[in-house]
C-alpha cells in the first residue's frame, strides 16, 4: 500500500523564521511528487517534482526531491503570518487508483 | 463559470440516509476528481473521470460510494447508507487534461452524519 508520510504534524514558528517540511514516501512506480497549500478548504498547488536533486523555486518558497532517500523538503524562508497553513505532500504513483497519495499534512502557524 | 462550483456547501444527514453531492467544473475541463478530507487526515483521493472513459474506481472506500459523470460535464458522488465515518469535507477538482498539478479545487462540501 502507497504510504506518504509528512513531518513535523504541526510547527509554530515567528514572522521571519525559515521553516523546513520534511515529506517521505513509500510507493510502487513512483511519477511525481506534488506539494500543496491548504488554507481553508480548497488545496492550492505549489510545486511538483519528478526528478533528484532539481530546486523548484517561487519566491520564498522552494523544494527538493531525493529519490534515493524517498523523500523531499519544502523550504519557506523569512516566514510571514500570510504563510500559515496545512501544507501537504501527495505522490503520484502507478498502480491502484493511479492517483495521488497524500500525507497528513504539516500545520504551520507563523506568529508575528 | 468562473470556477469548480459544488454543491450543498454543507449537509447534515442522519445514519443509514442517502446523500448526492454535486461537482461543476470548469467549463472544457476533461478531468474531474473527487477528494475525502476526515477531520485531522489528508486528503484522500476517491476517483477521478477523464473525458468519457470509464473511471477505475478501486479508490472508492467502500460499495456504498459511487461517483457518475455525464460526458464532459456535471459529477455526482452519491454514497448510500451513510454512516457516520463519513463524515468529512470532499472535494471536487477538475483539469483540462488528466494533470494533477493542474487541477482546481472546488469550495468542498462538508458532511456531517449524525
Known amino acids: 500500500e502507497d504510504k506518504v508520510v509528512q513531518s513535523p504534524l504541526s510547527l509554530v514558528v515567528h514572522e521571519g523564521d525559515t521553516v523546513t517540511l520534511n515529506c517521505s514516501y513509500e510507493v510502487t512506480n513512483f511519477r511525481s511528487l506534488l506539494w500543496y497549500k491548504q488554507e481553508k478548504k480548497a488545496p492550492t498547488f505549489l510545486f511538483m517534482l519528478t526528478s533528484s536533486g532539481i530546486e523548484k523555486k517561487s519566491g520564498r518558497l522552494s523544494s527538493i526531491l531525493d529519490k534515493k532517500e524517498l523523500s523531499s523538503i519544502l523550504n519557506i524562508t523569512a516566514t510571514q503570518t500570510g504563510d500559515s497553513a496545512i501544507y501537504l505532500c501527495a505522490v503520484e504513483a502507478g498502480g491502484g487508483a493511479d492517483g495521488l497519495t497524500f500525507g497528513k499534512g504539516t500545520h504551520l502557524i507563523i506568529q508575528p | 463559470g468562473a470556477g469548480v462550483s459544488q454543491s450543498p456547501s454543507n449537509k447534515v444527514t442522519e445514519k443509514g440516509k442517502d446523500v448526492e453531492l454535486r461537482c461543476d467544473p470548469i467549463s472544457g475541463h476533461t478531468a474531474l476528481y473527487w477528494y475525502r478530507q476526515r477531520l485531522g487526515q489528508g486528503l484522500e483521493f476517491l476517483i477521478y473521470f477523464q473525458g468519457n472513459s470509464a473511471p477505475d474506481k478501486s479508490g472508492l472506500p467502500s460499495d456504498r460510494f459511487s461517483a457518475e459523470r455525464t460526458g464532459e460535464s456535471v459529477s455526482t458522488l452519491t454514497i448510500q447508507r451513510t454512516q457516520q465515518e463519513d463524515s468529512a469535507v470532499y472535494l471536487c477538482?477538475?483539469?483540462?487534461?488528466?494533470?494533477?498539478?493542474?487541477?482546481?479545487f472546488g469550495p468542498g462540501t462538508r458532511l456531517t452524519v449524525t
Open positions: 477538482a477538475s483539469s483540462l487534461i488528466v494533470s494533477f498539478y493542474e487541477q482546481y
